[in-house]
C-alpha cells in the first residue's frame, strides 16, 4: 500500500532573539525567540496531518544550535527541513512596550536575505508559501517577482517590516513603501496592520483597490483588539465583498502578552485556509489562535498551548 504524500508548507522568515522591556511587572527583561517563531509554532497548530512544515530560514551561527532545537519540538517538520547556518551574527530585537500595541524595536545582527538562486531549488517540492518578512529584508522585489513568476502554488504574505527603515542606531522607523502595487502582484493573500497601511495608502479602501486590482485575492488588516477587516475579489464585474471579523475574547486581567499576535493570526489564517476552509471559518480560527496567543509567554510551547493541550514549563 502507497502512504500518500504529505503536502509541504514553505514559511520563509527570520528567526529572531527577542529582549523585550516593559511586558512584565518586573524589573529585568524577557529574553526569548520571537520572530518566524511564532508563526511556526502556528502553523504546526493548524495544520492537518496530511501537510508538513517546510522553514525556509536562515540562522546566525551564533545561535544555530538552538533554532534547531527549537524546530525539533514542532510535530509537524518535514523530516528533511534544516535551517541554514550563515557565517553572521543572528538578528536580535530590543522590543519596549509602551503599551500593550504600542511598541519600539532596535535591531542588531544581520542575517543576509534570499537571492532566487538560493531560494528557487528549495520550492520545488513545495506546495503552499508562507512569507512573513520579520526583518524586511529577507526578500527584494526582485526576488519576489521571480517568485510568483516561477512559483504555481497559493503564496500568503504578511508585510511586517518591509514598511520599516533601519536608523544608525538599529532603531526601526516607519518609512513609505515605493512600489506597493509591485509588491502587492507577488502575493495571492496579503495581510497588513493598521501602521502598516499608513505607509502604503491613504487609507485601508485605497490599498484594498490597489491590491486587488494587482492580484490579490484577499487583503487582511489586522486591528489588534478591534479585529481584522477582509477585503475580497468577489470577481469580475462584482463589488468587493468587506467585513471586520471581531477579536475573539483574550484574557481580562490585563497581564496578557500581545507579542506575535499577528504572525499567530496569519500563520493560523493559512494553515487552515490550505486545509480547505471556507475564508470565514479560517478567519475565525486565527482570530481564537491570536487570543490564545495571549495567554502564553514567547514561543516556546506555543504549539502545544495553541492546541489547548498541557506542556512542560
Known amino acids: 500500500m502507497t502512504v500518500p504524500r504529505r503536502k509541504r508548507l514553505g514559511v520563509i522568515g527570520t528567526f529572531v532573539w527577542d529582549v523585550i522591556h516593559g511586558r512584565d511587572v518586573r ?11 511564532y508563526a511556526l509554532a502556528a502553523c504546526d ?22 533554532a534547531r532545537r527549537y524546530l525539533r519540538t514542532l510535530r509537524h517538520l518535514a523530516p528533511d527541513a534544516a535551517p541554514i547556518e550563515v557565517p553572521y551574527r543572528n538578528n536580535r ?10 511598541r519600539s524595536e532596535v535591531l542588531s545582527g544581520g542575517v543576509p536575505g534570499w537571492t532566487w538562486a538560493g531560494l528557487q531549488p528549495l520550492l520545488r517540492d513545495v506546495d503552499a508559501l508562507y512569507i512573513n518578512l520579520i526583518s524586511g529584508f529577507e526578500l527584494d522585489l526582485a526576488t519576489a517577482q521571480l517568485i510568483r513568476q516561477h512559483f504555481k502554488g497559493p503564496i500568503y504574505c504578511d508585510l511586517h517590516s518591509l514598511t520599516l527603515g533601519l536608523e544608525p542606531s538599529g532603531l526601526r522607523t516607519w518609512r513609505p513603501l515605493p512600489e506597493v502595487a509591485a509588491w502587492c502582484a507577488c502575493f495571492d493573500l496579503l495581510q497588513v496592520n493598521e501602521d502598516e497601511v499608513a505607509m502604503l495608502a491613504s487609507d485601508p479602501m485605497a490599498l ?4 486587488l486590482g494587482a492580484g490579490v485575492r484577499t487583503l487582511f488588516v489586522t486591528l489588534g483588539k478591534r479585529g481584522v477587516v477582509y477585503f475580497e475579489d468577489a470577481g469580475p464585474g462584482r463589488p468587493l465583498r468587506t467585513a471586520l471579523v471581531p477579536a475573539s475574547t483574550a484574557r481580562s486581567d490585563g497581564a496578557g502578552d500581545p507579542t506575535g499576535c499577528g504572525d499567530v493570526w496569519g500563520a493560523t489564517y493559512f494553515s487552515r485556509s490550505v486545509a480547505g476552509d471556507t475564508l470565514m471559518t479560517a478567519m475565525r480560527s486565527a482570530c481564537d489562535a491570536a487570543a490564545r496567543n495571549v495567554e502564553h509567554r514567547g514561543a516556546t510551547g506555543l504549539a502545544t498551548h495553541l492546541r489547548g493541550e498541557l506542556h512542560p514549563l
Open 27 to 37: 524589573d529585568a527583561p524577557v529574553e526569548e525567540w520571537g520572530g518566524i517563531t
Open 45 to 66: 497548530a493548524a495544520l492537518g496531518d496530511d501537510w508538513e512544515l517546510v522553514p525556509l530560514v536562515k540562522v546566525g551561527s551564533d545561535l544555530a544550535p538552538e
Open 93 to 102: 530585537v530590543e522590543l519596549r512596550y509602551h503599551t500593550d500595541e504600542r
Open 208 to 211: 484594498a483597490a490597489t491590491a
